[in-house]
Nanobody
Framework: QVQLVESGGGLVQAGGSLRLSCAAS????????MGWFRQAPGKEREFVAA????????YYADSVKGRFTISRDNAKKTLYLQMNTLKPEDTAVYYC???????????????????WGQGTQVTVSS
């Protein structure tokens, strides 16, 4: 059974930064692409960023490109999301997920991810 546990969320002022972490267990972490998604109240879940199994390739939603950075440490079995220049519209619950299929590339499609964390709340005040 795969477990993903997010941490690092919180309340921050607009323009500030946060670093989210996602600790994984139960699967060979380094063999799977990972992604971050978010869901704001009353809105559908949306893609934020993805990284392939090795960390060599990344992919971002246009809304966060240039402000967010996804990375991974396969030795520590941990995924990260560095979020800079945060905006009120970034307020959401952030989820990490692991992509179905070993050694796959990045994807923005939620249905291609099979395990999800419980989420961590990020609130950006104006």
């Amino acid at each position: 059974q795969v477990q993903l546990v997010e941490s690092g969320g919180g309340l921050v002022q607009a323009g500030g930064s946060l670093r989210l972490s996602c600790a994984a267990s139960g699967r060979t972490f380094g063999a799977y692409a990972m992604g971050w998604f978010r869901q704001a109240p009353g809105k559908e879940r949306e893609f934020v960023a993805a990284i392939n199994w090795s960390g060599a390739n990344t992919y971002y939603a246009d809304s966060v490109k240039g402000r967010f950075t996804i990375s991974r440490d396969n030795a520590k079995k941990t995924l990260y999301l560095q979020m800079n220049t945060l905006k009120p519209e970034d307020t959401a619950v952030y989820y990490c997920a692991t992509r179905r299929g070993a050694y796959s590339g990045t994807s923005s499609r939620a249905d291609e991810y099979d395990y999800w964390g419980q989420g961590t709340q990020v609130t950006v005040s104006s």
